[in-house]
Antibody
Framework: QPQLVESGGGLVEPGGSLRLSCAAS????????MTWIRQAPGKGLEWVSS????????GYADSVKGRFTISRDSVKNSVFLQLTSLRAEDTAIYYC??????????????????????WGKGTTVIVSS | DIQMTQSPSSLSASVGDRVTITCRAS??????LNWYQQKPGKAPNLLIY???ASQRGVPSRFSGSGYETLFTLTISSLQPEDFATYYC?????????FGQGTNLDI
């Protein structure tokens, strides 16, 4: 059974740093892109960052670019999110998710569809003085 | 960035009702659209990917359709466990934006 378990959240002062971890089990970690999603209290979902299978490509939301860094470790079967220069608006539950791929071809054209099919329970980050 | 707008933002319905939630994209996204369900205090759960493909294990009463800028999620006959918040998300281009959510309650 595929499973993701996040850790590392907590209370931090504005300007501070945290490192979130997401431990994967029950599937071949190296075969999947991984993504971090966050949800501020009472708000909707926000895509934060994604990383490809070997970490060769990453992407970030504009709201965190330059402050957050995503990485992965194939030995530890884990993905990480380093949070720096934290702001009050970064207060949220941070979810880790597995990106699965659906490939569809039509004629000579192939289409790659990604979707988040396994989620962790989340870890809470509170930025407050 | 691609903006995703869901309507309605909230919806009251009864068990057995047929419900449709709409998601509009600010630009064409082909069928790069996923739907998620989230219950209070829980992580989101994938329902539909590629606009109309049902995730394994999702009840057949959930269906998705649409193309380019207009998409719908339909629940054919509401069950008590379906009262939740629903989100669409585009995966056409980063940032992979979500709609604001549709809160479905009794």
């Amino acid at each position: 059974q595929p499973q993701l378990v996040e850790s590392g959240g907590g209370l931090v002062e504005p300007g501070g740093s945290l490192r979130l971890s997401c431990a994967a089990s029950g599937f071949t970690f190296g075969d999947y892109y991984m993504t971090w999603i966050r949800q501020a209290p009472g708000k909707g979902l926000e895509w934060v960052s994604s990383i490809t299978t070997r970490g060769g490509a990453v992407g970030y939301a504009d709201s965190v670019k330059g402050r957050f860094t995503i990485s992965r470790d194939s030995v530890k079967n884990s993905v990480f999110l380093q949070l720096t220069s934290l702001r009050a608006e970064d207060t949220a539950i941070y979810y880790c998710a597995r990106d699965s791929l659906y490939y569809y071809s039509s004629g000579n054209t192939g289409y790659y569809y990604y979707y988040m099919d396994v989620w962790g329970k989340g870890t809470t980050v509170i930025v407050s003085s | 960035d691609i903006q995703m707008t869901q309507s309605p933002s909230s919806l009251s319905a009864s068990v057995g009702d047929r419900v449709t939630i709409t998601c509009r994209a600010s630009q064409r996204i082909s069928t790069y659209l996923n739907w998620y369900q989230q219950k209070p205090g829980k992580a989101p759960n994938l329902l539909i990917y590629a606009a109309s493909a049902s995730q394994r294990g999702v009840p057949s009463r959930f269906s998705g359709s649409g193309y380019e800028t207009l998409f719908t999620l339909t629940i054919s006959s509401l069950q008590p466990e379906d009262f939740a918040t629903y989100y669409c998300q585009q995966t056409y281009s980063a940032p992979f934006t979500f709609g604001q959510g549709t809160n479905l309650d009794i």
